[in-house]
């Protein structure tokens, strides 16, 4: 199971927006509506920031927000803070074979 | 709020078997419809899902490592367990324990816990 394709890097200055695509296949990100966006600071876990594709748990602030088109999704971060560099992954289930497959990871820098 | 936290041994020799536990606090573990799973992740690189285990025992594996991952659960003592077995320095990583709901969606992590594979 291939990992699901992102930028390696994104960047923008603070107030600015910055949108990170995701591209899979028929059969992960275009078959189900279960993408999910993972934020990563350095040496900490992954936090939870968009599931099935645009919904934000509780806590996650309102400029973060998801989307799908075909087999490709994407996160856009608007009003860009310093506190939102970091690594960004996506995932996506993957049916009763593979079930969960992840982004290769996009760097997010504020200029 | 429900937490999770692994442990077990941060160096292993080539060809033994990794043992890792994941412990669940601030509720239980079989509580609610939740599959719980561990994801690695070697330095500088991406996340890659190892496994996943229901509260029944159920289970199932990234066909890459299906042939050297078993993963257990202890609803007793709220923990889940994954054993690698004849490592190398490839599984040289952070593992990671972390619940996944319904949907698909990893949304609790454990801090992660360093496995250096190394003789």
């Known amino acids: 199971q291939s990992a699901l394709t992102q930028p390696p890097s994104a960047s923008g200055s603070p107030g600015q927006s910055v949108t990170i695509s995701c591209t899979g296949t028929?059969?992960?990100?275009?078959?189900?509506?279960?993408v999910s966006w993972y934020q990563q600071h350095p040496g900490k876990a992954p936090k939870l920031m968009i599931y099935?594709?645009?919904k934000r748990p509780s806590g996650v602030p309102d400029r973060f927000s998801g989307s799908k088109s075909g087999n490709t999704a994407s996160l856009t971060v608007s009003g860009l803070q310093a506190e939102d560099e970091a690594d960004y992954y996506c995932?996506?289930?993957?049916?009763?074979?593979?079930?969960?497959?992840f982004g290769t990871g996009t760097k997010v820098t504020v200029l | 709020q429900v937490q999770l936290q692994e442990s077990g041994p941060g160096l292993v020799k080539p060809s033994q078997t990794l043992s890792l536990t994941c412990t669940v606090s601030?509720?239980?573990?079989?509580?609610?419809?939740?599959?719980w799973s561990w994801i690695r992740q070697p330095a500088g690189k991406g996340l890659e899902w190892i496994g996943r285990?229901?509260?029944?025992?159920?289970?199932n594996y990234n066909s890459s490592l299906r042939s050297r991952v078993t993963m257990s659960v202890d609803t007793s003592k709220n923990q889940v367990s994954l054993e690698l077995t004849s490592v190398t320095p490839a599984d040289t990583a952070v593992y990671f324990c972390?619940?996944?709901?319904?949907?698909?969606?990893?949304?609790?992590w454990g801090q992660g816990t360093v496995v250096t594979v190394s003789s």
């Open positions: 972390a619940r996944i709901t319904t949907r698909a969606a990893f949304d609790i």
């Open positions: 601030g509720g239980s573990i079989s509580s609610g419809s939740y599959y």
């Open positions: 285990i229901y509260t029944s025992g159920s289970t």
């Open positions: 028929s059969s992960d990100v275009g078959g189900y509506n279960y």
């Open positions: 099935e594709v645009s």
């Open positions: 995932s996506s289930y993957a049916g009763n074979n593979n079930f969960y497959v």
